[in-house]
């Protein structure tokens, strides 16, 4: 069993990594503040509700549940959705002093996290992602929101969770296509940060897509950590924070320029990385040799690494325009200085995007 702690004083959280965690959580010391909660309204989709919902009512057996399901897909991260849940715990009486439980992936999670940042002025909230995206990235850190058409995650608030239950044994049952798009944020944390991670990822890469472990438990921590780390000096992202966004300023343009839904956010991501090392490349600041290391450990994983067929960079535009990093009018990109260190600069031209996307 792995632990981390995410640093925020009174707000402060752990969270616990294990496979069958969801069998075994009850006996966990950390997790102890949970079952104080009279009443609980689970939050989930009917895919991941098939699969693990037993799970989570054996675990909550002594309080009053609800449980709310949502259709699955990213096209339903919206407003409207967001109005659903807060219907569906006003019509069932959920008081202030309630704890919602997101149990699923990023959507759930990031949806679930809102409601609970509003729904009646505050409520506590438990994560349980069941992606490896969600594990490592959108589950951890307050991160709450709902899309809007003219941008991804434009709606929303930051708010800790309690606690967050990460079950390793749940990927076993996540599609391949899902699996891969976790790997995109896993693989974001070695460049931006960690270049020992990015070789360890590289030497390990058949038993991690084999979901072998120590090594999957391992990964899924040391994402926690670094990321716990970077959370803890920066929550609301004034300023290093904004450096777990590499990749996602591209990526963020080509979901919405597709129609949520269409690619996985971590597919969207991986191609933003891949274009962010070319243009650091362009000013000669990562060597050539790491842009093809790059892009083969994505490949690896069977991410795409090139935009969609038919999409320019004026089709980017509008959308990194309004991207939340932009300042004083200025678009901001992550952009790598050498594999393994990230830096936030915002002085690229569109005139510069263009000639290095030419070809």
Request: aromatic share 8%; with cysteine.
């Amino acid at each position: 069993m792995e632990k981390v702690a995410v640093q925020l004083g009174q707000r402060s959280y752990p969270i616990v990594i294990a496979p069958e965690l969801l069998s075994s959580a009850l006996a966990v010391p950390e997790l102890s503040m949970l079952w104080r909660y009279k009443k609980v309204a689970i939050i989930s989709n009917p895919t991941v509700a098939a699969l693990y919902l037993p799970n989570i009512r054996q675990l909550f057996a002594q309080q009053q549940v609800i449980e709310f399901l949502l259709p699955d897909g990213e096209a339903y991260k919206n407003l409207q959705s967001f109005e659903q849940v807060n219907s569906f715990l006003l019509e069932n009486g959920m008081p202030r002093d309630a704890l919602l439980v997101a149990l699923g992936g990023g959507v759930i999670g990031d949806l679930t996290g809102f409601v609970a940042a509003c729904y009646q002025r505050g409520t506590a909230f438990l994560q349980i992602p069941t992606t490896l995206l969600s594990q490592v990235d959108s589950s951890v850190g307050g991160k709450t929101a709902v899309n809007h058409p003219l941008g991804k995650n434009m709606i929303g608030a930051f708010n800790q969770p309690q606690a967050v239950l990460i079950d390793t044994q749940v990927l076993s049952s996540l599609p391949k296509r899902e699996f891969a798009a976790g790997m995109a944020e896993v693989i974001k944390y070695g460049l931006l940060g960690d270049a020992e991670f990015f070789v360890w990822l590289e030497q390990h890469q058949l038993a991690i897509a084999e979901l072998q472990e120590p090594q999957l438990s391992q990964m899924i921590s040391h994402c926690c950590q670094m990321k716990a780390d970077i959370v803890s000096r920066d929550e609301t992202e004034q300023g290093e924070r904004a450096l777990l966004n590499l990749g996602h300023t591209f990526g963020h343009a080509i979901e919405a320029w597709l129609g949520y839904g269409e690619w996985l956010h971590g597919e969207a991501v991986a191609v933003g990385m891949m274009m962010a090392f070319e243009l650091a490349a362009s000013r000669g600041w990562v060597h050539a040799n790491d842009v093809i290391r790059v892009r083969a450990l994505l490949q690896a994983f069977a991410l795409p690494v090139a935009p969609p067929k038919g999409m320019q960079i004026a089709d980017f535009m509008p959308y990194m325009k309004t991207d939340k990093k932009v300042k004083d009018g200025r678009m901001r990109f992550i952009l790598p200085k050498t594999l393994g260190l990230a830096i936030i600069v915002d002085d690229v031209t569109e005139t510069e995007l263009q000639q290095v996307f030419a070809g």
